[in-house]
């Protein structure tokens, strides 16, 4: 039997308009409402060799079970189509011309044209228009059989808190484009909206419905929520075969879910047990991919194993598409990621870590090794804004200690230890004591062991810990400094003689007097770029957000440092004199943090059913 593998698409929708370039490039085609079809001019080309539309045919012969390929196209006019293979050399895509034909068809006709057997990374149609014409559509379609499907149904848990118009909107895409067709997909996929607000705008009247369904829970953050998603979609009738974990805020397409569903339906065996991880884009520049795998790099940061950047040229998809993601210490983000309920059921629910981390802990867990393709993907909200300590600082360092205790590796704990020693130091060093007291209060915590997080105490925690944020405020309130906000992200020379000073007396809060100290504020960024040229021997910084155009003021303040300092220090003695007893008691709880028991009784399900 033949199926449609990938469908063609339009940016038939006005928050696409602006991004035409992720669907075709050079003819701009105007959308004819009434025909259902995109038209284009006489004598312009339109390539559609774009993100969402290029065909990845090296993958879905390497992953799946396809026979004979071909691409099929519902299309009125004359017109020349050229069909294409790209691969890459170096930094540069190469070409391949498989098919170049003309057709006239004065009515809307479908053509089918057979994919020549090749080995280029992704294929890809041109279309040069000799008259005015009209597409109403097409895809990639492959022979199947129809004995080597797997079984799959597909569950998409998506956990939301007050992002209730992001909401509305994905159910009711997913609905109507998926839920009510009659086809394989539309009758297996699933969706289970977890509400962590607690104070429920959202319902289940408004939501459940055939194959929907809607959940009260607690505000237990990403890893309780994608948890309850997990566990209800083991419990549904019947029984889901995968979970796509989603997040709220995101902009998704169906023709993302329909290319997953079919991944895992044809998937060869060797792949089953394998994590579909789509990619981030960004919400604000919607040609700008920012990760799909990440890994645990040589600094102890979470970093994207295929690099952030445009994803328009040809040579910018296919460094995406043919980069490895078998890197160490590798994980899938969850905002969109698919897991086989086979790992869950092994391997165990989340770990109860509030946010951040989480995902990347079941990563570890698993051993996970993942598959990813141009198009399956989501447009998520942009981090910039939301920078906090408390998420950036507290969560994610205390959640990698925990992780390390319950996932040992060789040397995972030594570069997150020395990354966040690194942070302290430079928080500490542009007066910011609150943001260097939060990242000790995340060792702190983690040294009272599993108890600490067995209890259900986030809001508590979110509270107490949300109140060292910075207390950013509009920068027109900062005017009369006359802050040049282009030169933040830009890097000081540095002096040998300041360097050294700036090192001796941790920037004038050690032996230096204060009135030999420079005027400030001088102006430095709110998150991690660092520029100690800039802060060197000054009273007063002035941490700026570009982005967001907000601004706090930050003195020299010697009594405070000896505080924190003194806190650091006798945080550090402690941890080093006890943690492999912490990191033991954490070990052997580890699977019941994980078990069904233990989520039961912390998400407390029998009350919010």
């Not at 669907?23 to 339109?46: H, M, P, Q, W």
């Not at 009758?187 to 289970?192: C, D, E």
């Not at 920078?387 to 040992?408: H, K, S, T």
């Amino acid at each position: 039997m033949e199926l449609k593998l990938q469908s063609i698409l339009f940016p038939d929708k006005e928050e696409y308009t602006d991004n035409a370039d992720l669907f075709y490039k050079g003819g701009l085609g105007i959308r004819d409402a009434e025909e259902k079809c995109f038209v284009f001019s006489k004598y312009s080309t339109c390539d559609f060799g774009a993100y969402l539309n290029a065909f990845s045919m090296k993958k879905w012969k390497k992953h799946t079970k396809i026979g004979k390929t071909v691409l099929k196209l519902e299309i009125k006019g004359d017109f020349e189509l050229v069909l294409s293979g790209y691969h890459r050399i170096e930094n540069s895509a190469k070409r391949n011309v498989l098919l170049k034909k003309e057709y006239h068809c004065d009515q809307k006709k479908e053509i089918i044209v057979e994919i020549p057997s090749n080995k280029d990374t992704l294929i890809a149609f041109e279309l040069r228009m000799y008259s005015e014409c009209c597409v109403y559509g097409g895809g990639y379609y492959a022979e199947v059989n129809e004995s080597d499907f797997n079984e799959v149904r597909l569950s998409i848990a998506t956990t939301t808190f007050k992002k209730e118009d992001f909401i509305r909107k994905n159910v009711k895409m997913i609905k109507d484009e998926i839920l009510t067709q009659d086809d394989i997909i539309g009758k297996n996929v699933y969706l289970h909206i977890v509400d962590n607000d607690e104070g429920r705008v959202l319902s289940a009247e408004e939501f459940e419905g055939p194959h929907i369904y809607y959940h009260r829970n607690k505000n237990v953050g990403g890893s309780g929520g994608f948890t309850r998603g997990m566990i209800e979609s083991i419990r549904q009738k019947p029984k889901a075969t995968h979970v796509l974990l989603m997040d709220d805020d995101v902009v998704v397409l169906s023709e993302s879910i329909k290319r997953t569903y079919l991944l895992l339906l044809l998937a060869k065996e060797k792949y089953k047990d394998y994590i579909i991880s789509g990619a981030m884009l960004c919400y604000e520049e919607m040609d700008v991919f920012h990760e799909d795998v990440g890994f645990l790099g040589a600094d102890g940061g979470q970093n994207s194993s295929k690099g952030h950047g445009k994803i328009v040229e040809m040579a910018e998809m296919l460094q995406k598409e043919e980069a490895k993601t078998k890197k160490a210490d590798s994980y899938a983000g969850w905002w969109y990621c698919c897991v086989p309920v086979t790992m869950i059921e092994k391997n165990g629910f989340a770990l109860p870590l509030f946010i951040r981390v989480d995902d990347t802990e079941f990563s570890f867990r698993n051993n996970a090794k993942f598959i990813t393709m141009n198009g399956i993907c989501v447009w998520h909200m942009g981090f910039t804004l939301k920078f906090n300590y408390f998420m950036e600082y507290y969560q994610v360092f205390r959640n990698f200690l925990i992780e390390e205790a319950c996932n040992p590796s060789r040397n995972r704990r030594e570069r997150i230890w020395k990354r966040f020693n690194g942070m302290f130091l430079t928080e500490i060093l542009r007066f910011n004591y609150d943001a260097a007291e939060i990242i000790v209060d995340a060792i702190r915590d983690y040294l009272k062991g599993p108890a600490f997080i067995e209890a259900e105490k986030c809001q508590e925690r979110l509270k107490t810990m949300s109140a060292k944020n910075a207390n950013m405020a509009d920068l027109a309130e900062f005017d009369e400094y006359g802050v040049d906000i282009d030169s933040i992200y830009q890097t000081d020379h540095r002096s040998l003689k300041d360097t050294i000073l700036y090192r001796l007396t941790f920037n004038g809060q050690l032996f230096w007097p204060k009135k030999w100290l420079r005027k400030g504020p001088t102006a430095v960024a709110h998150d991690w770029f660092y520029n100690p040229q800039r802060q060197c021997l000054v009273d007063s910084v002035i941490a700026i957000n570009p982005n967001a155009y907000t601004a706090e003021i930050r003195y020299l303040d010697k009594k405070k440092f000896r505080q924190v300092m003194k806190y650091y220090l006798e945080t550090v003695k402690r941890y080093k004199k006890i943690h492999k007893e912490v990191d033991k008691a954490y070990y052997n709880r580890r699977k019941y943090l994980t078990s069904y028991k233990f989520w039961k009784e912390y998400l407390e399900l029998e009350k919010y059913q």
